[in-house]
């Protein structure tokens, strides 16, 4: 069974989501991988024990959030959709959000004179929260944690909005290995260079505002109390932007793993 799926059970609890699945995670960790410099790569491998890999870690930050619940508010931040963007001030509390963390575990993970165990940490987290922000409701919010408040009904199923978009929509894209090629293509090298740039404050904002453009606003008009009814419209807007995201993810990923220390 590809990706993540949750029981329908878990897709309408609303408490928050597991971006991009597991399948999504490993995409954007597999091209970033490729997109490493060799002296990233060598650093990475040389964090890493003999067999793992960036791509087969991707998910680690979801697995340990069960017993380490100080986590949980790193792997997001809520931005109003009311606002007119981010105010870290506002939207990051005191424990953390996915902003603050990695630029200390982007600090952390430059740190060579810091034990290889807390290095590696800062790496898998780093791994993770690139994916995660970019997933748009891990950056938004419409007084319903993240869209997991909001149910809607996409072909024929029942789930909640902040699922649809963890995994729903990915999933009926194509198998894993053959969407990892056509993503990788897709990148042309001036969007390399183009989404390297800017800051992870600049990154976050870009996710907001597919949320509000996209996510939440290309949603049909419903009775009160009625599922929306997400059909193929809705799909075809959406499509484009889960690959986007995914693309823009990988490579500011790799971007960041490449600095020198």
């Known amino acids: ?3 993540l799926r949750l029981s329908l059970v878990l897709a309408l609890c609303p408490i928050p989501g597991f971006p991009w699945g597991s399948e999504g995670h490993r995409l954007v960790a597999r091209m970033a991988q490729d997109l490493l410099t060799p002296a990233a790569a060598e650093r990475v491998e040389a964090t890493l024990a003999p067999g793992e890999t960036i791509a087969s870690l991707a998910s680690w930050a979801d697995q340990v959030r069960p017993d380490r619940k100080e986590t949980e508010p790193w792997h997001f931040i809520d931005i109003p959709i009311s606002s007119t963007g ?6 990051c509390p005191k424990q953390g959000c996915v902003i603050s963390k990695i630029a200390e575990f982007r600090k952390q993970w430059r740190d060579q004179t810091l034990p290889a165990a807390k ?10 929260f690139i994916g995660d922000m970019h997933q748009p409701l891990h950056c938004a919010n419409d007084d319903d944690h993240g869209g997991n408040d909001v149910t809607v009904a996409f072909r024929g199923t029942r789930m909640n ?3 649809l978009w963890d995994s729903g929509l990915l999933d009926r894209l194509p198998p894993e290995d053959e969407l990892y090629g056509s993503l990788e293509r897709e990148i042309t090298p001036a969007e390399k260079t183009d989404w390297s ?3 992870v404050e600049m990154w976050a904002e870009e996710s907001f505002d597919a949320a509000r453009k996209v996510v939440y606003g ?4 419903a009775e009160p109390g ?25 490579v500011r990923l790799a971007a960041i793993l490449n600095e020198m220390p």
Request: proline share 6%; aromatic share 4%.
């Open 1 to 3: 069974m590809r990706g």
């Open 86 to 91: 981010l105010d870290m001030k506002r939207d």
């Open 119 to 128: 290095r590696r940490e800062a790496l898998l987290f780093l791994v993770h």
């Open 161 to 163: 909005l902040h699922h």
């Open 197 to 199: 740039r800017g800051t």
């Open 218 to 221: 290309g949603l049909p008009e």
């Open 226 to 250: 009625a599922a929306p009814d997400l059909g193929a419209s809705y799909e075809q807007t959406a499509d484009p932007v889960v690959r986007r995201q995914l693309e823009k993810a990988a």
